[in-house]
Structure formats: structure tokens, C-alpha cells
């Protein structure tokens, strides 16, 4: 049974500890909270044991393994490496890390913890419904390029509006739709086709200095992906990966309900479809999978590859938010332009 502890109390963090419980592959035992009251409602409420306000005695505490990291993005990388310190397993919400110089520190400390495992909780590319994408993928003749669609109005936006910055819109926290809905996007995108040879981001910025929307280009030797994303405007629009006269037709390009091959005919054929389950279980099942049995070679296979992937993605992110001028408090232009290649 992995023994897990939490950071962050907010609705992922919910939707993470009851997908972990369906698993039946974990136990949540501890929980941080920056406020001892929350700590201890989350706690009730799932069954935690242990409680903290404080994060070096939450980190010091020995009735966990495991750590779910879902404070706010700009603060991952800080816990990342005390959880490191202290020998625990780390699953990192989405984005995990701002740029590539932390992605490259957490890389190097992991190598010298080869005890640790690390995983980014990137959700969509877990689920059946992805893995449906990716053979009909391999069964495609052509592919001649994709988009990828995620856009949900956010309920901060109405902050934004009223004036307020809250955390998913502010750039000392690391906000903004890229760092959120976009990363599945990317995900996608990176999981089913490899390393662009040269992305662009056009952002619509908005008041608080972050983007609220925008449309990233990734470019291919034969085929380009457009990705849009959105936390200020909903939107229906599929996403399609394009083969000749044939195509894959996806509800979005997150969520990952409804998936279809749609042949030259114009037939649609069902690949996939929302079993109405918690869309977190099938990653807390493969993260189970690996902590339990870390020397099955399949298990070895799958954990190098993720961490590759979430390398690539980190630096895909990174080179988008170079491309549109989009800092975060505490990055530089002159300090983080060093970085790009």
C-alpha cells in the first residue's frame, strides 16, 4: 500500500485522493495545509491521520512515501526537491516545473536518488480513450497534420474581471491558459507525434501580464499541430487529427470523452467513450503500478519514457512562453533567454 501524502487542498487535489482510493493502491495518511484548519477538514473528510501547517515538519514525517504536489505552479519546484531530500516519491501536478533550468536540477537530483521516483500528472495520455488515439494513429496511411482544442471558461476570470488576481491568472504564481489547460495540449501533441522542429505562441494577453487564451504552432518536417486553449471563453470545437480523406475526431483535446475514426466515407466508428469514471484514475493507477514493482522492465520502460516526455513538454512550454515575451516574477528575459537551446 503506497502511503500518501498531500500538498495543496483544493479540487484536483479531491478528484487525485478519490481516484488514488478507487485504485485501492494507496492509502492517504498526511496532509499540508498553509492553514492548520483546512488541513484538518481535508483530512476528515479522507480519512488522513496526520496533519501539518508546516511544510519542513510535513516533509519530515514518516507516514508517508508519496507526496501529490498541487500548490500553486510556481512553488513545485522548491517542494520537488525537499521531497527529493527526504526520499519520497513525488507525483507533480501539472505543469511541474517553469523552465528548464529546474527541470534540469530535478533531473540531476533524481539521478542521484535513484530511490526517488518522479511523475507528472499529466491525466489525458493515461486514459484508454488516448491509447485508442494512438493506434488508430499508427493505422493512419498519412498524417497530415492535427489540432488540438481545450478551452473552459474559468470561474477566477471572474476575479480577473472584478479586478482581482488570483493564482491561476497571476505571473508570480506561473499562471496563465498555457501553464493550465494548455499543457494537455502539448501533452498530446508530444506523445502522439515527438519533438516539433519549431514552435510559435500567439497569446491574447490579459490585465494581470498572463495569457487568458492563444493558439501555439508546432512544427513538423511534413505537417504542422495547432493547439488552442482558452480559461476566458468555452468552446465546443473538436479536436482532429487528419489523415488523407480519413481523420480521428476527439471531443477535446483534455477531457479526451468521446473518440472516433471517421474513414473516407465519411463513416464514423467509435474508438472510445467516457465511462463516467474519475478521468485521474487510469494515472494513479499506472503511478501505483510503477512505485509497487520499480524493477519490471515494462514498468521501467514506461517510467523512463514519462519522465522523457515530461522533459519535453518542459521545455516545449518554456520555448512558447519565450516565443510570446511571457515572464513569470523572478524570471529575467536576459537570465532566462540563456536557456532556449
Known amino acids: 500500500m503506497i502511503k500518501l501524502g498531500i500538498i495543496g487542498t483544493n479540487w484536483i487535489t479531491q478528484q487525485f485522493v478519490e481516484a488514488a482510493q478507487a485504485t485501492k493502491q494507496y492509502q492517504l495518511t498526511t496532509v499540508y495545509s498553509r492553514h492548520q484548519d483546512t488541513a484538518t477538514q481535508f483530512a476528515e473528510k479522507n480519512g488522513a491521520t496526520a496533519t501539518f501547517d508546516d511544510l519542513n515538519a510535513f516533509f519530515s514525517s514518516d507516514q508517508f512515501n508519496t507526496v501529490y504536489i498541487a500548490s500553486p505552479n510556481s512553488l513545485h519546484f522548491e517542494q520537488a526537491k525537499q521531497a527529493i531530500a527526504h526520499h519520497k516519491n513525488l507525483i507533480v501536478e501539472k505543469p511541474a516545473f517553469m523552465n528548464q533550468k529546474q527541470m534540469a536540477e530535478i533531473q540531476r537530483l533524481l539521478d542521484q536518488n535513484p530511490d526517488v521516483l518522479y511523475f507528472e500528472a499529466?491525466?489525458?495520455?493515461?486514459?484508454?480513450?488516448?491509447?485508442?488515439?494512438?493506434?488508430?494513429?499508427?493505422?493512419?496511411?498519412?498524417?497530415?497534420?492535427?489540432?488540438?482544442?481545450?478551452?473552459?471558461?474559468?470561474s477566477r476570470y471572474d476575479k480577473v474581471l472584478a479586478g482581482e488576481v488570483p493564482n491561476v491568472f497571476s505571473p508570480k504564481f506561473g499562471g496563465g491558459a498555457l501553464q493550465d489547460l494548455g499543457v494537455y495540449t502539448v501533452y498530446d501533441a508530444v506523445t502522439l507525434f515527438g519533438m516539433p522542429e519549431e514552435v510559435a505562441y500567439f497569446p491574447q494577453l490579459i490585465r494581470t501580464g498572463v495569457d487568458g487564451k492563444g493558439t501555439a504552432v508546432l512544427s513538423y518536417p511534413e505537417y504542422t499541430v495547432t493547439l488552442n486553449f482558452s480559461k476566458i471563453s468555452n468552446s465546443h470545437m473538436t479536436s482532429e487529427i487528419y489523415g488523407l480523406k480519413d481523420l480521428i475526431e476527439i471531443d477535446d483535446g483534455g477531457e479526451i470523452q468521446h473518440v472516433n475514426y471517421v474513414d473516407a466515407d465519411g463513416q464514423r466508428h467509435v474508438l472510445g467513450e467516457n465511462d463516467g469514471?474519475?478521468?485521474?484514475?487510469?494515472?494513479?493507477?499506472?503511478?501505483?503500478?510503477?512505485?509497487?514493482?520499480?524493477?519490471?522492465?515494462?514498468?521501467?520502460?514506461?517510467?523512463?519514457?514519462?519522465?522523457?516526455?515530461?522533459?519535453?513538454?518542459?521545455?516545449?512550454?518554456?520555448?512558447?512562453?519565450?516565443?510570446?515575451?511571457?515572464?513569470?516574477?523572478?524570471?529575467?528575459?536576459?537570465?532566462?533567454?540563456?536557456?532556449?537551446?
Open 122 to 154: 499529466a491525466r489525458n495520455i493515461h486514459t484508454p480513450n488516448f491509447h485508442a488515439i494512438a493506434k488508430q494513429l499508427g493505422e493512419l496511411k498519412t498524417v497530415s497534420g492535427a489540432e488540438f482544442t481545450y478551452s473552459k471558461y474559468s
Open 277 to 341: 469514471t474519475n478521468p485521474m484514475i487510469p494515472e494513479a493507477q499506472d503511478f501505483a503500478r510503477v512505485i509497487n514493482d520499480p524493477e519490471k522492465p515494462q514498468n521501467q520502460k514506461d517510467y523512463a519514457y514519462w519522465r522523457q516526455l515530461s522533459v519535453y513538454v518542459n521545455k516545449i512550454l518554456f520555448n512558447l512562453r519565450q516565443d510570446a515575451h511571457i515572464f513569470f516574477v523572478g524570471e529575467g528575459e536576459k537570465v532566462i533567454g540563456d536557456q532556449r537551446d
